[in-house]
């Protein structure tokens, strides 16, 4: 059973930055990619980052690039989103998904690829 534990969210003042967090557990081979997704109220949820396990390549949104780094810890099945910058239109619930398995050599930030889902952690910028 594919699990994780997301952490790091929080409320962070108008160009501060905060570093997520995803804790994967349940992975049986290294074949996958994880993403990030966030969803604020009343919209959409919008993928920002992804990187691929066993490639190692990472892809961003163009909303959010430039502000944002997604980075692994393959020994601690563990990918980090740092956010830099942050402005008040970030403010939502960040979601860190597995595509599994994945045998390509770059991953796509399309919700629909995903299969499995965390619990999301609130992230709100606000003075």
């Known amino acids: 059973q594919v699990q994780f534990v997301e952490s790091g969210g929080g409320l962070v003042q108008p160009g501060g930055s905060l570093r997520l967090s995803c804790v994967v557990s349940g992975l049986t081979e290294e074949y996958y990619a994880i993403a990030w997704f966030r969803q604020a109220p009343g919209k959409e949820r919008e993928g920002l980052s992804c990187?691929?396990?066993?490639?190692?390549?990472?892809r961003y949104a163009d909303s959010i690039q430039g502000r944002v780094t997604i980075s692994r810890d393959n020994a601690k099945k563990t990918v980090f989103l740092q956010m830099d910058n942050l402005k008040p239109e970030d403010t939502g619930t960040y979601y860190c998904a597995a595509e599994f398995p994945f045998y390509g050599a770059i991953c796509y930030i399309d919700p629909q690829r995903f299969n499995y889902w965390g619990q999301g952690t609130q992230v709100t910028v606000s003075s």
């Open positions: 990187i691929t396990a066993h490639t190692d390549m990472t």
